[in-house]
């Protein structure tokens, strides 16, 4: 998604992106739909009568102060913690997608975090109104599916291109105003109008601080081998995360990540601040946060283009064939 929102903005296109928010959508699926949905898609037989058996005849009791309740019936919702259970609420939402498109707005879900973007010519009209014929849609689609789209929650971001005039993109949508922001948190990574990341930076940097400055705090207790697992579970695991997104960006710009992995190993060591941090990160074999970021985008390459990555990667590569 934020490889076509670049391209987008590389093209001298302005984008829009709305960041769909859901209330508890696993506890909402319809078994009754969900089985015709599954029929619809050519599950029948013993497969069928799987997922019927796997739905039906569930209850739920509360136990309170060592009183439980009579059993209830339950004809909606998946289990949340279980493998099926993104898998059944992706099949649920499968025709949400045919909806999105009818509007122009491309789309990505993952689980119940769905994603929809229109890249378009800053001077194209009408972008507000079709904005809010989509979500306006779609909230009646998630109704006739007994879901709530949750709009106080739901976000949008509008990233215009470099020279183009800023719009008011706010919208009512069933009597709630979804407005504009500057930035938008999705899946953990914190997106700005301008796409260059320097904000999902500095909340990375400042969450990777203060978790240091934690552990910093009771390393007179600990050994170097705890001190290390510890900081590699809640700091440089961090770091790494969606890390392949910065790939485009300066040196200066990760610096901020730097320092902290600098900081995370001098603490594994419990040496100072000013200590020479090359051998500690060769000892640690800790890659630096550049060498990371590339490590992390040659492995999806990699992957993609053997066709054992995602078709949304597998789409964005190009064998090389010389002349």
């Known amino acids: 998604m934020t490889e076509a929102l670049a391209t987008a903005r590389a093209s001298s296109l302005s984008s829009v992106l709305i960041l769909l928010d859901l209330s508890a959508v696993f506890d909402m699926v319809n078994h ?4 015709s949905t599954l029929t619809e898609m050519g599950i029948s037989g013993t497969a069928l009568s799987w997922f019927v058996s796997y739905l039906t005849d569930r209850s739920y009791q509360v136990s309170w ?16 913690g279980s ?11 499968k025709s949400l997608g045919s909806v999105i498109n009818s509007h122009g707005f491309l789309y990505h879900s993952y689980a119940d975090d769905t994603q929809l973007f229109l890249s378009f010519p800053p ?24 879901l709530k789209l949750n709009l106080d929650k739901t976000e949008l971001l509008f990233m215009p291109y470099k020279t183009s005039p800023q719009q008011d993109l706010s919208i009512t949508v069933d009597g709630t105003v979804v407005a504009a922001s500057r930035s938008a948190r999705n899946l953990g990574v ?45 700091v440089t695991s961090g770091l790494g995360y969606c890390n392949s997104l910065l790939a485009s960006l300066p040196a200066c710009a990760i610096l901020p990540l730097q320092l902290i992995q600098n900081a ?12 020479h941090v090359t051998p500690l990160l060769r000892s640690l074999h800790w890659l630096p946060v550049a060498a990371r970021i590339r490590f992390k985008v040659l492995t999806l390459a990699y992957t993609a283009a053997n066709r054992t990555g995602p078709a949304y990667l597998q789409d964005l590569i190009q064998n090389y064939a010389p002349y």
């Open 32 to 35: 009754k739909l969900l089985i």
């Open 65 to 80: 102060k060592g009183s439980v309740s009579a059993p209830h019936p339950l004809s909606t919702g998946v289990l949340q």
């Open 83 to 93: 493998v099926l259970g993104p898998l059944l609420f992706s099949i649920y939402t």
């Open 123 to 146: 001077s194209t009209p009408q972008v507000k109104e079709r904005i809010s014929a989509c979500l306006t849609d779609i909230s009646e689609w998630m109704a006739t599916h007994h």
């Open 190 to 234: 914190v997106l700005d109008d301008q796409l260059d990341l320097k904000k999902h930076i500095r909340v990375t940097a400042w969450s990777c601080r203060f978790l240091l400055y934690n552990i910093r705090r009771i390393r007179p207790y600990l050994t170097t081998y705890s001190t290390q697992l510890l900081v590699q579970t809640m």
């Open 264 to 275: 995370a190993a001098q603490l594994v060591f419990n040496l100072l601040k000013f200590s």
